[in-house]
């Protein structure tokens, strides 16, 4: 076992696993939203449903950072 790597249980090894996905597909509609923005007419609603899921994504993305680094009382 590598001392330099904390050990992680399996539910945080599955946080981390979630997070990162999450993290991918926040990327991915970023990438989209600035993909459709470019477009000569670009589809207003569409737009604002992936910003919609973005955002919730971005929620779900900090609730699992919080639960992996809790808050440390100074």
Known sequence: ???DEPFLT???QALHARLKLLQLE???LDASIEALSRMPVPDQLMIARLKRKKLLLRD???K???RILPDIIA
Do not use: L, P, S, V
């Open 26 to 28: 926040h990327a991915d």
């Open 10 to 12: 399996e539910e945080e």
């Open 60 to 62: 779900e993305i900090t």
């Open 64 to 66: 699992i950072e919080d």
């Open 1 to 3: 076992m590598n001392d």
